[in-house]
């Protein structure tokens, strides 16, 4: 219970907050209506309609609550109002382009490590390549792809790998060097290949650093594949259904495909986070 109070107090304050909010917010609104039709709003009448509006500016935390379970629940699972279907659409890019960006950060790291030419030139260009905002990378990333007549998931996975892998690239480059320079020395000291150091004492050195970067990773991915969703129009994933929203005024339905997508992060990210449990456990390595 100790553990749990810090998290509740935080999000009660939270919670009261969003309500005062979505009262503010959305008061001129009420007020407008209620002038336009020759009549007065009391306090208690503008609270409550503030907080039932059918198209808020600020939607309050129950009709946001409610949008997402309608948007779970309320549908079948292959309805396309379905956010279980657009989830799913998002889901899969996202590991896709996960599971590419994690590899190439590792595949990098292992030759950034062991070739300081690889060091020198390859590190400044992962460097530069994040300071491209992706809103700018993932029109032309779409266009470059359909017009070679790949779309679907392939392009959304290239968007959603472009920025998981620097932060596997940094871990793991991190993760490969922590090892101190007597651990090294032993190593030699016994005839140790490259290839048996890298086995034996850089990769088990370098797993919490890795896992902690497949944590921002794989939540960066999703970010991207979200990205990638709206350029083109999309009509399938949690982007689609963020700029149908925006289309059409839904804000419960932006903001339901918000608190899924936030969701979905969270999911992946306690998954990473049970993985690494089990993983450091097993090699003795678990604090």
Excluded: C
Excluded at 100 to 121: C, E, F, P, Q, T
Excluded at 264 to 282: D, F, P, Q, S, W
């Amino acid at each position: 219970m100790r553990r749990l109070l810090p998290v509740l107090t935080v999000l009660a304050v939270i919670t009261v907050v969003w309500y005062a909010a979505a009262v503010l917010m959305n008061a001129p609104w009420v007020r407008d209506q209620a002038a336009r039709s020759g009549e007065t709003v009391s306090t208690s009448a503008l609270v409550r309609e503030t907080l039932s509006l059918e198209r808020p500016v600020l939607p309050a935390p129950h009709q946001v609550a409610a949008g997402l379970w309608e948007g779970v629940a309320g549908q079948k699972i292959t309805s396309r109002r379905s956010l279980v279907w657009h989830g799913w659409i998002t889901l899969s890019a996202t590991l896709a382009g996960f599971a590419i960006g994690a590899a190439a950060g590792v595949l990098l790291a292992v030759g950034i490590v062991h070739n300081r030419a690889m060091d020198m030139s390859i590190m400044p260009w992962a460097v530069a390549s994040q300071t491209v905002p992706i809103l700018a990378i993932a029109p032309m990333v779409i266009v470059v792809f359909a017009s070679a007549g790949v779309t679907g998931l392939l392009p959304k996975a290239f968007i959603a790998a472009w920025l998981s892998f620097f932060p596997v690239l940094v871990g793991m480059v991190k993760g490969l060097r922590a090892p101190d320079a007597m651990q090294l020395d032993l190593m030699r000291s016994w005839n140790a290949s490259a290839g048996q150091v890298l086995r034996h004492l850089r990769l088990p050195a370098s797993l919490p650093y890795l896992f902690a970067s497949l944590k921002v990773a794989v939540a960066a991915a999703l970010v991207g594949t979200i990205v990638g969703e709206l350029p083109a129009g999309a009509s399938q994933g949690l982007g689609a259904r963020l700029l149908s929203g925006s289309y059409y005024g839904q804000t419960i339905q932006i903001w339901a495909a918000l608190f899924a997508a936030a969701i979905l992060a969270a999911g992946l990210v306690m998954l990473i986070g049970l993985v690494e449990r089990l993983t450091l456990t097993r090699m003795g390595l678990a604090r």
